[in-house]
């Protein structure tokens, strides 16, 4: 195996609990091309074996910190087999998770998503990109999928020097394929779809909306329906709202498969949508906000508070006395603190006195290291108006 070496500061990164060591780290790069180098310390002792991405700001991410072990079919049976172990509770639950979520796992740069039969898989980095067959051919062993498609169309592959392109990995993989989750089935899109086909890293926050639903309910920003689904089966009406007329095709197209008759399906604006309700004095009796993450870089941060505090305070005020609010943000820069800071502010400006009634974070087939805060994205507050 070629070697690295990296600084003193990259091999605290490392002892620190995080997996990427960055160029400017490199002390010597391996002479090889993509794949699995040894890495050691400036006094030579060996710390690790990690995935080299020859062109790539992450130089190094941390595979194994043997130095000695040998990424071969045996450390990936056992690896992905370890990662797919961590999700049993969910079992009988859901038929879509997701097996494997990179970093949260200690397999950086690789997602495996499971859909019933299927997977989709994204592979992410020049170094994992090389495992590719022994990732695929141990896949199939575990999980023994009826076909795997890459959904390698994720611009960061870009930095990668790598290609972006969807294309099936091991058998066909259909269009759209039927999740069954928690009691609700909805059509997922593996080939076109958002993220691997659908939203998984929700369910939970959805059943969570589901069981607290009454009245009248509206679901905003609700792609396919997934959470508005969940809120049809116990409130009396449910508004799915979205500004893609083809996401809500499908929500309704859900609907249906539920035989569930109490959905209307709105094209709108969310910010123009509560904006206009406020002004007319309407109430809802179950709000959620799932908006996409607002703030794609740090540098957008301040323009996606305001727009998040927009929102939130717009739902809150036309949030009927007794109701409740399930309100989210994707966005890995907006921390956890500046997610209720947000939260406190807009309640503060709605006039409302609103309890926290549970605060929530990433999903157990999602996980989140404490020492890697890349691998959290995912805030969300379960809200009761209380006059
Ligand atoms: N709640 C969904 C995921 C939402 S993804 C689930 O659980 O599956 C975000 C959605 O917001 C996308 O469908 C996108 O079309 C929609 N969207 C983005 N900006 C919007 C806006 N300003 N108003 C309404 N919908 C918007």
């Known amino acids: 195996m070629h070697s690295a070496t990296v600084s003193a500061k990259g091999a605290r990164r490392w002892a620190a609990g995080h997996p990427w060591i960055y160029r400017s780290d490199l002390v010597t790069a391996p002479a090889a091309d993509a794949g699995a180098v040894r890495v050691t310390d ?31 079919a045996e450390w990936w049976h056992e690896t992905l087999a370890r990662a797919i172990a961590r999700r049993s509770a969910l079992a009988g639950e859901t038929t879509a998770c997701r097996l494997v979520h990179g970093e949260g796992d200690l397999i950086p740069s690789l997602v495996v998503d499971r859909y019933d039969h299927w997977l989709v898989v994204q592979l992410m980095s020049a170094g994992l990109e090389r495992f590719r067959s022994e990732i695929v051919r141990t896949l199939i062993e575990l999980v023994h999928p009826e076909g795997i498609l890459a959904r390698n169309d994720v611009p960061l592959r870009r930095k990668e020097g790598l290609d972006t392109s969807v294309e099936p990995l091991h058998g066909t993989v259909p269009d759209e394929l039927e999740v069954s989750e928690h009691g609700v089935r909805y059509l997922a899109a593996p080939w076109r779809g958002q993220k691997t086909g659908a939203f998984l890293d929700q369910r939970e926050n959805r059943v969570l ?22 809120l049809a089966r116990r409130a009396a009406h449910v508004i799915a709202l979205d500004a893609s007329a083809h996401a809500l095709t499908r929500a309704a197209e859900n609907f249906r498969r539920n035989a569930l008759s109490n959905g209307e399906f709105v094209e709108a604006n969310a910010f123009e949508y509560l904006k206009a309700r406020e002004r007319d004095r309407d109430r809802f009796d179950t709000i959620v906000l799932d908006p996409p993450a607002f703030a794609k870089t740090r540098a957008a941060l301040p323009g996606a508070m305001r727009g998040y505090k927009e929102i939130n305070l717009r739902a809150m005020r036309i949030l009927s006395p007794g109701g409740m609010l399930f309100t989210a943000s994707c966005s890995y820069h907006l921390t956890k603190p500046l997610f209720l800071e947000m939260l406190e502010q807009a309640a503060a400006d709605s006039g409302r006195r609103l309890v926290l009634r549970e605060l929530r974070g990433q999903p157990l087939d999602h996980p989140e290291v404490l020492t890697i805060p890349e691998t959290g994205y995912i805030k969300g507050a379960l809200l009761e108006a209380l006059d």
């Open 42 to 72: 400036q006094r030579g002792k060996p710390i690790g074996v990690a995935l080299w991405s020859p062109l790539s700001e992450i130089s190094l991410r941390l595979l194994d910190r043997n130095p000695d072990v040998r990424i071969d």
């Open 209 to 230: 909306a589901g069981r607290v639903a009454r009245g009248r309910a509206l679901d905003c920003f609700s792609y396919h329906g997934s959470f508005a689904l969940h």
